[in-house]
């Protein structure tokens, strides 16, 4: 399982082209105290994405309770926006996972994801099963996978406000819950809310100019933090780029802005029918060629 990278993508840059000839992280000041568990414990002159970019599509306060709303709403399938994280692996310290790649940017990174499963516990187990996330490539090309992807666990959403009245979006107990109307798939729903978040990505912002400047303060490279997820279907194997790791705080703002994104998807569906897209998405969750092959038997 080898793959080769651009060796010019493989020097730590500032920004503007040249190299970091020292990392910064020293210079920088101290957030947590020394031995704080935490990700975050220096402050870096990054400016974080945030999800849904810099300024959220307003709402009125009686969106949900307007006749153009009301009377178009049928609801459909229940479904859940969870977050989750892993890495806590008490058998082995270096199975460090997401939280590791978190502690390692100086960032809060969670998978951000969907799932119209009653207990959104089974989905960790699944996430665990596949390591999902676990694949990535060393400094020198090569693929490997790191420790502790299988260890996936859901983290509360916990926003300081709550939806708007009457939303189809409440606040569950770990979860997002998320009442979808009759005439919108999870599937499509998904990707909507996937495409709201981008900017806040992990992988497309570590090709950014911000992403590869932040790794020149820390001298490391930014190809070794990229997420990739191996899919195994009888004999053959394939790789699919991991969408749903970003930067999110889940008991922060950004969970409001999780809310709001949800909000804005449902009712831009339910009162914009004629901005609804007439084709379907092709699915990239689980690879679209055989980028690995079985040894022959």
């Known amino acids: 399982m080898t793959t080769h990278s651009n060796n ?4 730590p840059e500032t920004g503007n082209g040249s190299v970091a000839q020292e990392p910064l992280l020293a210079a920088a000041r101290r957030l947590l105290p020394e031995g704080s568990p935490g990700a975050v414990t220096h402050h870096l002159p990054t400016q974080w994405p945030r999800p849904g970019g810099v300024a959220l599509q307003p709402l009125p306060n009686d969106a949900f309770t307007s006749d153009a709303f009301t009377k178009a ?7 859940s926006i969870y977050a989750a994280g892993c890495g806590r692996d008490h058998a082995n310290a270096a199975a460090t996972g997401l939280l590791g790649l978190a502690r390692t940017l100086k960032a809060a990174l969670h998978k951000v994801g969907v799932t119209t499963q009653t207990d959104p516990r089974n989905r960790m187990r699944e996430m665990s099963k596949v390591h999902y996330g676990a694949l990535t490539i060393t400094a020198d090309g090569n693929a490997c996978s790191d420790l502790g992807y299988n260890t996936w666990a859901l983290t509360h959403i916990l926003p300081h406000n709550d939806p708007l009245p009457n939303s189809p979006v409440s606040i569950g107990e770990m979860v997002l819950n998320v009442r979808l109307p009759h005439d919108l798939p999870a599937e499509e729903f998904d990707k909507r809310l996937d495409k709201l978040m981008r900017n806040a990505l ?3 912002w570590l090709q950014s100019l911000d992403g ?5 303060y820390l001298g490391i490279y930014p190809e070794t933090l990229s997420r990739k997820t191996v ?3 009888s004999k053959s194997m394939r790789r699919s780029d991991t969408a749903e790791i970003y930067f999110f705080r889940p008991k922060s703002r950004d969970a409001d802005r999780l809310v709001r ?3 804005v998807i449902i009712y831009s569906h339910v009162t ?4 609804r897209p007439q084709v379907s998405y092709r699915s990239l969750g689980q690879g679209l060629r055989e980028d690995f092959k079985s040894p022959a038997a």
């Not at 010019?8 to 020097?11: E, G, K, R, S, Y």
């Not at 590869?212 to 020149?216: A, D, I, L, Q």
């Not at 914009?272 to 901005?275: E, G, R, S």
């Open 212 to 216: 590869k400047r932040h790794c020149g």
């Open 272 to 275: 914009q029918p004629q901005n």
């Open 73 to 79: 709403y049928q609801p459909g399938f229940l479904i």
């Open 261 to 263: 994104l949800a909000e």
């Open 231 to 233: 899919y195994r279907f």
């Open 202 to 204: 992990l992988n497309d």
């Open 8 to 11: 010019a993508m493989l020097t």
